[in-house]
């Protein structure tokens, strides 16, 4: 089992600005891809955005493209999800996973691995 451990989440208003982080094992992880997944109440859990793990390929969701940026830190193993112009569609609880697999994949089933997840909530 590795541990993935989001961050960062919380209240805000529309039109700010978050970070959300993922701490993870370097030391497991070599050639996976790492994704953001986000889950709203009634809703089915969907992707946000996804990398390979040297960036070779990522991917973002329309409804979050231009205004999200994922990325990973090498030095300190953390996946981020910077997020910025947030409206109350993103309230959402968003998870980090991880897949085994070189190829990204942009469903649930694609990932081996998943955060306990961090509440993301933005008011009007």
């Known amino acids: 089992q590795v541990p993935l451990v989001e961050s960062g989440g919380g209240l805000v208003q529309a039109g700010a600005s978050l970070r959300l982080s993922c701490g993870f094992s370097g030391r497991t992880f070599n050639t996976y891809t790492l994704a953001w997944f986000r889950q709203a109440p009634g809703k089915e859990r969907e992707i946000v955005a996804a990398?390979?793990?040297?960036?070779?390929?990522?991917y973002y969701a329309d409804s979050v493209k231009g205004r999200f940026t994922i990325s990973r830190n090498s030095a300190t193993d953390t996946l981020h999800l910077q997020m910025t112009s947030l409206n109350p569609e993103d309230t959402a609880v968003y998870y980090c996973?991880?897949?085994?697999?070189?190829?990204?994949?942009?469903?649930?089933?694609?990932?081996?691995?998943w955060g306990q997840g961090t509440q993301v909530t933005v008011s009007s």
């Open positions: 990398m390979t793990w040297f960036a070779a390929t990522t």
């Open positions: 996973a991880a897949s085994r697999h070189a190829v990204l994949h942009t469903t649930p089933s694609g990932y081996d691995y």
